[in-house]
């Protein structure tokens, strides 16, 4: 059973989204969940890079520009984002705001927190192999897009 904590991130979870620890955090992944054209969950599973916590109630992330969760995200606007880990499992229901931002192959949404819900079942984390070297030029492209103003 997961409750609810409010519509805003706590100071933590803003911490572990402002990239600020960025190395430390590459190689987990996280659940992106978004819903089709024929109202099914469409899952996406993307990794720190992409995200960015721009404030409390703010998440950039940044997707393909030809991807279904981009599709999804401009048709629907509905998202989740699934933190599994060792030491933290909260869902992020989370709304589009907006057109995306387009560049280098990517779109960069701005995703309003509507709510946090925790759940303290979850005892290990998703991970994910190999972990981008953030001097590739994929990663810069991706990092370069979510700091934009």
Known sequence: MSRSLGAALSPELQVRLSQ???PR???LGVSLLTVDD????????????????????LIRVAVGARSGTCRNLEARGA????????????YLKCRAAGAPLLSGGLARFELAVEEVLED???TCGVTYAPVPALDSDWARATLALLRLK
């Open 20 to 22: 600020r620890d960025l």
């Open 79 to 90: 998202a989740t984002l699934l933190f599994a880990e060792s030491d933290l499992t909260v």
């Open 120 to 122: 303290a079942r979850i």
């Open 38 to 57: 024929r109202g099914r969950p469409h899952p996406m599973l993307c990794s720190y890079l992409e995200l960015l916590a721009v404030s409390p109630t």
């Open 25 to 27: 955090r590459l190689g």
